[in-house]
């Protein structure tokens, strides 16, 4: 018998404790200063590399690539002005904008993309996307070139349609373009040095970080679009606040002490907007909220095991508890706003203890613990853990939460090393990006959810083909066998939900989901 969801967000609320941590002093308003909460301070300052979301939110404020992506998630030039591709797709000549400045003043040639791409494609720089331009994944670089100061010539061993759309991924850092000088002469990285809008100017760990407006910005005409056209910083000075705890970053947006409130839950958007200071600014966003499984483990390596999982959970119901039912299921890789998400993509697990039992018992399953991982920076997937436990528990399926901070849950994550774990996704823009971020070979990427050989052979043809057609088919493939694999149980995407001081003007939530505080000024 299936519980009423009035149960679940009973068996939510047994879980839930929230602890004061922090406490903000209020603050009058700054027109200068627009101070901003993160849930969990940044990894570093280095497009791509040592990264998580919040990471990747800064350092785009500061840096930019040769395209980036524009507002409805295309891919659209940057610091290129131009871009050309040879018929047989394996040269791509790029044009580089007149007057873009570096941070530090220096004017950007092409040498200095040739500089950095060589850095991002050198092993020991760590670059998250490396494997995609290395010839491990999408395709390899053979070359980087700047036969003049303005043109830029990347030569492919094997055409790769999705390249551009590669570079702009936030994920990657947008392959942004850096100064030679955010390195020391040892190579060891200093700070970024960019062409965005603000510049670096702190980092106390643990606390803040502080940017400031770049006079010399060079943007591109026209009104706001994406990460591409229409930036300008309206406010002198961001500060990025570390406030972990969520009651104490509600606590600093309603004194006066933050003026904008990432991350804010569904379950906060009715108390925000009736707060007479404060309001709230939602948009659908493409993150993906999941339970990850472990096949290497022991006892998880039983496909039977994890479809009686997947089968012991109404999915439904946690995606609509944990989100106040501001988000509905999902069990596709593929979030609902994807153009690609079609009939296939709405199939999905469907609650029956008794075949999960009957499944456990054909396995052999006497009851053995697993133990999920969760962490609550991000509070969804500590809420649905603690659901996922209650619901599996009506199968006979034995979970024990351990509770981690986030970096720690992320280093595990990119080792690989756990049983089964509740965690979230930034947004992927194309679903290939999608399926990439699950699928791969465990043995060089641990962090990868599902090493199948057909699988990555499908991938790959979505990767290399732009027939709308063929690719639908071959995602509707894809979702099938994850589906028959359960390799991970996708829950549900969430919503780009953000708290705001009612005198901030001009911020605009958005489906990647990150924070773009240009165009953003304090009334």
Not at 50 to 75: C, F, I, K, P, W
Not at 213 to 234: I, M, N, Q, V
Request: glycine share 8%; charged share 25%.
């Amino acid at each position: 018998m299936i519980k009423p969801a009035s149960t679940w967000r009973h068996a939510l609320a047994a879980g839930c404790a929230t602890l004061l941590q922090w406490v903000a002093p209020a603050a009058q308003a700054d027109e200068s200063l627009l101070r901003v909460r993160l849930s969990s301070d940044i990894r570093s300052t280095d497009p791509g590399t040592n990264r998580d979301d919040n990471t990747d939110a800064v350092v785009l404020h500061m840096v930019e690539g040769l395209v980036a992506l524009r507002e409805d998630t295309s891919v659209g030039p940057m610091l290129a002005s131009r871009i050309d591709v040879s018929p047989d797709g394996l040269r791509y000549t790029f044009t580089l904008r007149e007057g873009v400045h570096f941070h530090n003043g220096a004017p950007l040639t092409a040498a200095d993309v040739v500089w950095a791409w060589k850095r991002y494609l050198d092993p020991a720089t760590g670059w998250r996307c490396l494997n995609d331009f290395d010839g491990r994944g999408l395709t390899k670089v053979l070359t980087v070139e700047a036969p003049d100061p303005r043109t830029v010539v990347f030569r492919l061993e094997r055409p790769a349609s999705l390249l551009l759309a590669t570079m702009a991924r936030t994920d990657c850092g947008g392959t942004g373009i850096v100064h030679r000088s955010s390195v020391g002469p040892d190579g060891k990285w200093i700070a970024p040095v960019g062409t965005g809008p603000f510049k670096f100017v702190s980092w106390k760990r643990g606390q803040s970080i502080e940017l400031q407006r770049f006079e010399g910005y060079a943007s591109l005409p026209g009104p706001r679009d994406g990460y591409t056209g229409g930036k300008k910083a309206e406010v002198e000075r961001l500060r990025f606040l570390v406030i972990p705890d969520e009651v104490t970053g509600k606590t600093a947006l309603y004194s006066g002490a933050i003026d904008v409130f990432n991350e804010a839950r569904s379950g906060d958007i009715l108390e925000i907007r009736k707060n007479p200071a404060t309001t709230i600014a939602t948009a659908p966003a493409m993150d993906m909220f999941a339970l990850l499984i472990q096949t290497r483990d022991p006892l998880l390596k039983d496909v039977r095991i994890r479809r009686a999982l997947a089968l012991s959970l109404d999915t439904g119901d946690i995606a609509w508890a944990v989100t106040e039912g501001n988000s509905v299921v999902n069990n596709s890789v593929l979030p609902r706003s994807s153009p690609y998400y079609g009939a296939t993509q709405a199939t999905g697990w469907q609650r029956n203890i008794a075949l999960a039992r009957k499944l456990l018992a054909e396995a052999g399953y006497k009851g053995q613990p697993i133990k999920l991982i969760a962490n609550k920076r991000h509070s969804e997937c500590f809420d649905s853990a603690v659901l996922i436990q209650a619901m599996a528990a009506e199968a006979g399926i034995m979970i024990e939460l351990e509770v981690l901070d986030w970096a720690t849950q992320l280093d595990r994550y990119a080792k690989g090393r756990y049983q089964a774990m509740a965690f979230n996704y930034s947004a992927r823009l194309d679903p290939s990006f999608s399926y990439e971020m699950v699928s791969g070979p465990k043995d060089s990427q641990p962090r990868k959810v599902w090493d199948d050989a057909t699988v990555q052979a499908l991938l790959e043809q979505s990767e290399n083909t732009t027939d709308r057609a063929r690719r639908q088919l071959l995602f509707d493939q894809l979702h099938r066998k994850m589906l028959e694999d359960v390799p991970l149980i996708v829950l549900f995407n969430s919503a780009d939900t953000v708290g705001l001081r009612r005198n901030v003007i001009g911020f605009k939530p958005w489906a990647p989901a990150k924070p773009r505080l240009w165009n953003v000024r304090i009334r």
